[in-house]
């Protein structure tokens, strides 16, 4: 995603990394048509396993980054019933978030010694300073496509029957 065009999507029957590849496949396929051996230098997803491997498998080499988006949304997830726990975990987060440099963030994730594996994980985006660091701007993009589909093809929907009346 680039300058909000999403370029050659394939939808996936399911979330297992061959599906995924198949998916993510129509992208490097149509980067390859612009620009033959076209190779990401990295790629920034919601952590799902499968859509690493995916990336993985497409791209030898690529950085793989957390969108650090979905990364506060776990911790939110895992401290719901914890109000003032969150609260203060939410302020560090986003503070690592604003970090410029490798040495601030490692400054400030220090400080959430509580969840290490994080730290690598989010650690990689400095490594790549023009890499995205959330995937929502790509989020909303296809949340859109996901709703025209869903108008398209809901038989219930008002704006579907509208379109057959029209159609027929």
């Not at 690493?52 to 988006?69: E, H, N, S, T, Y």
């Not at 690598?120 to 949340?143: C, E, G, M, V, W």
Request: with cysteine.
């Amino acid at each position: 995603m680039a300058n909000e065009c999403v370029l050659g999507v394939g939808l996936a029957d399911n979330a297992g990394t061959e599906a995924l590849t198949d998916g993510y496949g129509h992208f490097k396929e149509k980067a390859s048509n612009i620009e033959p051996g076209y190779q990401p230098k990295s790629v920034n997803t919601d952590g799902w396993e499968h859509t690493q491997r995916a990336w993985k498998d497409l791209f030898p080499g690529i950085a793989v980054i957390l969108c650090f988006l979905h990364a506060f949304l776990n911790i939110r997830d895992r401290c719901k019933h914890h109000k003032e726990l969150l609260r203060s975990i939410s302020e560090r987060a986003w503070d690592i978030y604003h970090a410029e440099t490798v040495v601030q963030f490692s400054q400030r994730i220090r400080r959430l010694r509580q969840w290490p594996a994080l730290s690598r994980l989010i650690k990689k985006a400095f490594s790549h300073p023009q890499a995205y660091r959330t995937s929502n701007a790509l989020d909303l993009l296809i949340n859109y496509v996901w709703e025209d589909l869903r108008v398209k093809t809901d038989r219930a929907n008002p704006l579907f029957q509208r379109g057959c009346q029209k159609e027929g």
